[in-house]
Nanobody
Framework: QVQLQESGGGLVQAGGSLRLSCAGSGGTFNDYTMAWFRQPPGKEREFVASISWEGGTISYLDSVQGRFTISRNNPENTVYLQMVSLKPEDTAVYYC????????????????WGQGTQVTVSP
C-alpha cells in the first residue's frame, strides 16, 4: 500500500512561483508512474503533469506547458512540481497520484492518491 503526502502549497501573487513536493512511502517508489492533478473550485479534477518511473517520459496539460516542470527523485521517494508564472486560473487543490504502468491522463487510471495541497494565486 502506497501512501502519498503533498506539501508546498500556499498563497502567491500572479506571476509568482511555488514548488510542490509529494513524498511516497509504503511501496517501491520507482515501480510507479507519478502524476499531478488539480481540482479548481466547483470543477472536476484535471490532469496537470505525469512522469514515468525512470523519468524518461513526461506529459503536461497544454495550459501549463512551459510554466510547470515535473521531476522525481527515486532514491528519496519524492516527486516535484515546479510552477512558475502562476496565473489565477491555476488556483486549485493539487493532488499527487501513482499508478503501475505507463502515463495516463485520467484520474480513474491512478490507484493511489494524496490528500491534496491548496494553491491559491491572487490577481
Amino acid at each position: 500500500q502506497v501512501q502519498l503526502q503533498e506539501s508546498g502549497g500556499g498563497l502567491v501573487q500572479a506571476g509568482g512561483s511555488l514548488r510542490l513536493s509529494c513524498a511516497g512511502s509504503g511501496g517501491t517508489f520507482n515501480d510507479y508512474t507519478m502524476a499531478w492533478f488539480r481540482q479548481p473550485p466547483g470543477k472536476e479534477r484535471e490532469f496537470v503533469a505525469s512522469i514515468s518511473w525512470e523519468g524518461g517520459t513526461i506529459s503536461y496539460l497544454d495550459s501549463v506547458q512551459g510554466r510547470f516542470t515535473i521531476s522525481r527523485n527515486n532514491p528519496e521517494n519524492t516527486v516535484y512540481l515546479q510552477m512558475v508564472s502562476l496565473k489565477p486560473e491555476d488556483t486549485a487543490v493539487y493532488y499527487c497520484a501513482a499508478r503501475s504502468g505507463p502515463i495516463q491522463r485520467v484520474p480513474i487510471a491512478y490507484k493511489y492518491w494524496g490528500q491534496g495541497t491548496q494553491v491559491t494565486v491572487s490577481p
